[in-house]
């Protein structure tokens, strides 16, 4: 685990322990603490990515050397000369860092063992009718009302034993953004000597990926989640076949889901619903057999498709879709029973939809 503790200077707990693979670089101006998957454009990830890092905070100034870094990571970053420490996360949010007005740490259950919680007191009743609504909470916000989740666009400066919040500039202009073929060209380098895994399913997005990937002559293997029986999983024997792609299979079965239970509460950091992990837990395990140490999926395609707005029909050319609607048909059927809260809590339930909604 990444434990950083907020004093004089920064100090990583169990730093060399075997579960953390934390890299660094320190140039004597500044001293860079990362860790996950970080590169940038046309890089190796990690070293040389990070120089590039460095090299573009001289010229340019932190928030556009930010703008640089792809991938899923957490940094942290110190300027040597003003003893000012930095903490951020990758733009696209995938990484979770946690913290208190003393505490840094990529692992929640790790956080609350340190921040010696009163559960009598510390638990946010707001927060957790929406974990318990969503499986997650939004804007920065957990169950415990100390501890928050740090944003894609927030920075984290640490400097006199105080912490602040500024916020990244990550406003592009859409007409220089990159085509698909740019995008993975620009990412091929970063994927050198990694076991890149690859989800393929009949959809457009995932064969999209693959044929970026034979295109640009970048290794990969296959995997897929299913039984043998569904035609994706067909479909994907097909494609590895013809493509001459090893293929894994995981098959989903409930049968030791009590005996997973638990392990899935470490697996997702006690942060999740972990019954609906349980499918991917298992897709996980068996890509971590075949040493899997980069996954690429077309899992974000969804977000281009015309049914999240389904609620607005037949008025599509509206200039501002009906949220109301939308939060209604994709957020509010998944709300629990309100037999299950106190009056307080049905209140704040009814708060909650309103707060959503608003952010």
Not at 71 to 80: P, Q, T, V
Request: net charge positive.
């Amino acid at each position: 685990m990444i434990f950083a503790i907020i004093k004089d200077m920064i100090k990583f707990i169990n730093n060399n322990s075997s579960n953390c693979k934390c890299n660094s670089i320190d140039n004597g101006k500044y001293k860079v603490s990362w860790k996950g998957y970080v590169y940038t454009a046309n890089k190796q990830d990690g070293d040389n990515s990070i120089n590039v890092f460095l090299s573009k905070i001289d010229t340019c100034g932190l928030n556009k050397a930010i703008k640089l870094l792809r991938g899923h990571f957490f940094i942290l970053l110190e300027d040597k000369i003003t003893s000012t420490k930095y903490v951020f996360i990758d733009n696209a949010g995938f990484y979770k860092i946690f913290y208190t007005n003393e505490l840094i740490s990529d692992s929640f259950l790790e956080l609350i063992k340190k921040s010696e919680i009163d559960f009598d007191n510390d638990i946010s009743l707001l927060g957790l009718i929406e974990f318990l609504s969503f499986g997650k909470t939004h804007n920065g916000r957990t169950f415990l009302k100390n501890i928050n989740l740090l944003g894609y666009n927030e920075i984290l400066t640490i400097n006199n034993n105080k912490i602040e919040i500024e916020y990244k500039n990550l406003s592009f202009n859409h007409k220089n953004s990159n085509n698909i073929y740019t995008h993975f060209d620009q990412m091929k380098q970063s994927l050198q000597n990694k076991h890149v895994n690859l989800d393929i399913t009949g959809g457009a997005d995932t064969r999209l990926v693959i044929a970026m990937m034979e295109y640009l002559g970048i290794d990969y293997t296959l995997s897929i989640s299913g039984p043998d029986s569904h035609p994706d999983v067909k479909t994907a024997k097909v494609i590895a076949k013809y493509l001459g792609k090893d293929l894994t299979i995981s098959r989903h079965s409930i049968n030791n889901i009590e005996n997973d239970i638990n392990k899935i509460f470490i697996f997702s950091d006690g942060y999740g619903n972990f019954i609906d992990y349980h499918r991917g837990f298992i897709h996980e395990n068996e890509r971590n057999k075949i040493g899997t140490n980069i996954v690429l999926t077309g899992n974000g395609g969804v977000l281009y498709k015309d049914a999240w707005w389904i609620g607005d029909f037949p008025f599509y050319n509206r200039r501002k879709p009906n949220l109301n609607v939308f939060f209604k048909m994709s957020f509010a059927k998944r709300l629990f029973n309100n037999n299950l809260l106190s009056i307080n809590g049905k209140k704040l339930k009814t708060l909650l939809s309103k707060l959503i909604m608003n952010e």
